[in-house]
């Protein structure tokens, strides 16, 4: 168990620019989600996949905001044209299946928008 | 839709006193109830986790929590802390049936000599 990986650990962008941050879940985890966290604030959900599908978005997750996990394994989020709002951490985690499973995490990346 | 109170956003305590951190949450529906501890430049790391049946869960560390329904609350105790748990703690809910956490906004537990 190698645990979930993040990729960057850290980014720093200027406004207006795209962004792209990958994730590597725990190997037989078919389940992945992506978190957001701001300064002073608990993870706030964005979406989740169960294999390659997508199956839910938060309101959160804006057009600007875009997840794949092409083949069920890795995962990346994209963002376009960065907003400074957008700087936060970018929390990853990965979980065996339903809700009662343990979800493990990575350990983000943290995006800075100037 | 489900909420999560942390009443306190920082709790100082002198090494090998007891603790508690509070935790409150909101839902119409039945959930699970879970709490994770962040140390610095680390992930979210789960201590212990209520799904059902005896409503004081054991976890990692010396951490333990009580599930009270009535009081819609799952407080997180240790009876005595160390420097090293001082991290940044969160309670989370998930509606049974879904996957999604909801968080509270976190307990800065902060440990002195």
């Known amino acids: 168990d190698t645990g979930v990986s993040q990729d960057p650990r850290h980014k720093i962008t200027k406004r207006g620019q795209n962004v792209t941050f990958r994730c590597d879940p725990i190997?037989?985890?078919?389940?992945l989600y992506w978190y957001r966290q701001t300064l002073g604030q608990g993870p706030e959900f964005l979406t989740y996949?169960?294999?390659?599908?997508?199956?839910?978005k938060s309101r959160l997750l804006s057009d600007r905001f875009s997840a794949e996990r092409p083949k069920g394994s890795f995962s990346t989020l994209e963002i376009q044209r960065t907003e400074q709002g957008d700087s936060a951490m970018y929390l990853c985690?990965?979980?065996?299946?339903?809700?009662?499973?343990?979800?493990?995490f990575g350990p983000g990346t943290r995006l800075l928008v100037l | 839709a489900q909420s999560v109170t942390q009443l306190d956003s920082q709790v100082p305590v002198f090494e090998e006193a007891p603790v508690e951190l509070r935790c409150n949450y909101s839902?119409?529906?039945?959930?699970?109830l879970f709490w994770y501890v962040q140390y610095p430049n680390q992930g979210l790391q789960l201590l212990l986790k209520?799904?059902?049946?005896?409503?004081l869960v054991k976890g990692i560390n010396g951490f333990e929590a009580e599930f009270n329904k009535s009081q819609t609350s799952f407080h997180l105790r240790k009876p005595s802390v160390h420097i090293s748990d001082t991290a940044e703690y969160f309670c989370?809910?998930?509606?049974?049936?879904?996957?999604?956490?909801?968080f509270g906004k976190g307990t800065m537990l902060l440990v002195s000599p």
């Open positions: 209520y799904l059902s049946g005896s409503t």
């Open positions: 839902s119409s529906v039945s959930v699970y």
């Open positions: 989370a809910v998930s509606v049974t049936g879904y996957s999604t956490l909801t």
């Open positions: 996949f169960q294999n390659e599908a997508q199956l839910e």
């Open positions: 985690a990965s979980s065996r299946g339903s809700g009662s499973e343990t979800q493990y």
């Open positions: 190997s037989e985890h078919n389940r």
